[in-house]
T-cell receptor, first 110, second 115 residues
């Protein structure tokens, strides 16, 4: 089977930088994705890493190290609207279907 | 309409009722998914359809019955549910169920309460 670990909660202040880590154990690996979900809303796709390194999309960046089975989502210049849950998801070599972590609740304070 | 639309948004049902959740995608995607989201648990994959054929069934109880009449529509038929089935049921779609599955587009979900 597969498992993903990410912190349950992270807090930060407006304007700060925060990093949300995700470690995974899978048999085979076909990519790590990140999703954002506001309370009462749909998860929305943020970023995807298929190869090692950093992917940047505006204020959000995502990093992957396949040798360490580890990735992170970096959020810069935090805004109040970034308060949400963030999920990492991995496609493994078994079913190829994304498996999700439990999610990290990000709370941004003024 | 655009994206993935789920109806109803909220549903309350008794344990003996039969109801259905509906999902419709307007993205031209070929794969559709049902996920269950319960408090403090990861999203749990229930079913995956690719071009109207079921490609994954994640040991889901038979009281949940999916139906995919075409690549744009997905249903989840519910009968004799248990209170522990209360959750947010999320529908998603992707271009395909292989490399395209790295990017899922989700609907807003159907919040189900079983009394």
């Amino acid at each position: 089977g597969q498992s993903l670990e990410q912190p349950s909660e992270v807090t930060a202040v407006e304007g700060a930088i925060v990093q949300i880590n995700c470690t995974y154990q899978t048999s085979g690996f076909y990519g790590l994705s990140w999703y954002q979900q506001h309370d009462g809303g749909a998860p929305t796709f943020l970023s995807y890493n298929g190869l090692d390194g950093l992917e940047e999309t505006g204020r959000f960046s995502s990093f992957l190290s396949r040798s360490d089975s580890y990735g992170y989502l970096l959020l810069q210049e935090l805004q109040m609207k970034d308060s949400a849950s963030y999920f990492c998801a991995v496609r493994d070599g078994g079913s190829y279907i994304p498996t999700f972590g439990r999610g990290t609740s990000l709370i941004v304070h003024p | 309409e655009t994206g993935v639309t789920q109806t109803p948004r909220h549903l309350v049902m008794g344990m003996t009722n039969k109801k259905s959740l509906k999902c419709e995608q307007h993205l031209g995607h070929n794969a559709m998914y049902w996920y269950k989201q319960s408090a403090k648990k990861p999203l749990e994959l229930m079913f995956v359809y690719s071009l109207e054929e079921r490609v994954e069934n994640n040991s889901v109880p038979s009281r949940f019955s999916p139906e995919c009449p075409n690549s744009s529509h997905l249903f989840l038929h519910l009968h004799t549910l248990q209170p522990e089935d209360s959750a947010l049921y999320l529908c998603a779609s992707s271009q395909d169920h292989s490399s395209g599955a790295n990017v899922l587009t989700f609907g807003a979900g159907s919040r189900l309460t079983v009394l």
